[in-house]
């Protein structure tokens, strides 16, 4: 394979679709994942309620489930004629399955224990203490939160974004059922791969597959760089 | 600004932590709360500070009633035996929190945060600490900053718990030297609990002894070594052997009556 075929197979208008889909649905279901992912950690952590322990388990629940499981049950549950779907469809009109909005599910479904699961401990060693020190000096909650909690938990926080956005980036099984892989639209990058190994053009799966290599890489090392800048100030006890 | 605590009481379950509880600190004092570990001194601090919710009874500053006044508008500065230190922050971000989470029409401007400050670390003697983190600092320094922090906001009545208790023997020693210096230099009241009997007795004004949630006996350090109310203050501050003696359990019987001293009975010689 020389440069020019190289570069013809990784720019492709389908191949460059798909990598917008895979990077920019993974970056957002991170995100999405990271603003829930504290929330959830926040409640397991402060509050007591009836079923805590259920719900706690329950967040594990991707980790433990085959990937085309949750795909599967994805797409029934939000398919037009769906549990969930149905409702979206007939309020909002809003077509979830065989979209890029699947997609997003999707990946947020297996990416929200990543951040529960690493601000969870970090969480319960915020002292209370700090808080109320905080509290008599004359913060409100949300000072307390913005200035004490946060600083404290955003490493631990940058850390579960970066595993949740590289498991959403290579993540295959759970995805392509919801997505419906139409071409140009709802088509990730790793069935990309998968379809040209089918084909015999090993080459070129290869070729897609280096793209994806480097540009994870350099993501992963902004994101750790970011990482890094964050607990030089926040150090040990 | 004097602290009145007025027949509070505070259970959990069946444990009652504090029981009935009254005393006075007064302007400008330095008060001790002294009693052995588990005693609900703590409790009754944080019950003063707006930490705690009593079950029962009032606390006042200053003659006013502020039971039920949310923690931030108290103005009480309050100590932690562990620091309590904002570990992402400097030593001069730490000091400043109190005066920069201010509404912004009651926030001091930039310049006058930096003066005031460096004042207070001038006045801890740490002022070449400003921009270290607090695991840059020993445990004696960071109590200094934790009190300069407490200090920032201009608090009514200070308080403090165990304030010395997580650090060493010597560095305990000089900081409440150290401690009782500069109360004597800016005078605001307060209130410090400790279960540490040689601290309480050195560094306060008066010290009120607390025994299972009750008060022991309120006076100044002279009054409770010389004069001890009770069998337990005499106990708890090992002064047996050259203190007045009690009678403590004892039945009066006559003709067929059985009269029980509850009340202890001292020995004056």
Known sequence: ?237 | MSIEVRNVTRAFGNFVAVDNVSFEVASGELMALLSPSGAGKTTLLRIIAGLETADSGQILFHGEDATDTHVGERRVGFVFQHYALFRHMTVFDNIAFGLRVRPRHLRPSREQIRDKVMKLLKLVQLDWLADRYPHQLSGGQRQRIALARALAVEPKVLLLDEPFGALDAKVRKELRAWLRRLHDEIHITSLFVTHDQEEALEVADRVVVMNAGKIEQIGTPQDVVERPATSFVAEFLNLDDHGPAWLVEAKIKHRGYVLAVDKELRHTA
């Open chain 1, 1 to 237: 394979m020389s440069w020019g075929q190289f570069w013809d197979a990784v720019t492709a208008p389908r191949v460059v679709a798909s990598y917008k889909l895979t990077f920019g649905a993974s970056l957002l279901a991170a995100a999405i994942n990271s603003v829930f992912g504290l929330i959830v950690a926040w409640v397991l952590v402060r509050y007591s309620f009836p079923g805590k322990r259920l719900v706690d388990a329950l967040v594990d629940l991707p980790f433990a489930l085959p990937t085309a499981v949750a795909g599967i049950a994805l797409t029934a549950l939000y398919a037009p004629n769906g549990w969930i779907g149905h409702y979206l469809q007939d309020w909002w009109g809003l077509k979830v399955a065989y979209t890029p909005l699947g997609v997003l599910v999707a990946l947020i479904f297996i990416g929200l224990p990543f951040i529960v699961r690493t601000v969870q401990p970090v969480l319960e060693d915020v002292e209370a203490e700090l808080e109320e020190a905080a509290a008599t000096l004359g913060a409100t909650r949300w000072q307390i939160f913005a200035h004490v909690i946060f600083p404290a938990v955003l490493p631990a926080l940058l850390t579960g974004f970066t595993l949740a956005f590289a498991r959403a980036v290579g993540e295959y099984g759970s995805v392509v059922f919801i997505a419906g892989n139409m071409p140009m639209i709802s088509e990730i990058t790793p069935l990309i791969i998968i379809t040209k190994l089918e084909q015999y053009d090993y080459t070129g799966a290869t070729a897609v597959a280096v793209v994806m290599l480097v540009t994870s890489f350099a993501l992963l090392l902004l994101i750790n760089y970011l990482q890094w800048l964050s607990r030089k100030h926040n150090p040990e006890k």
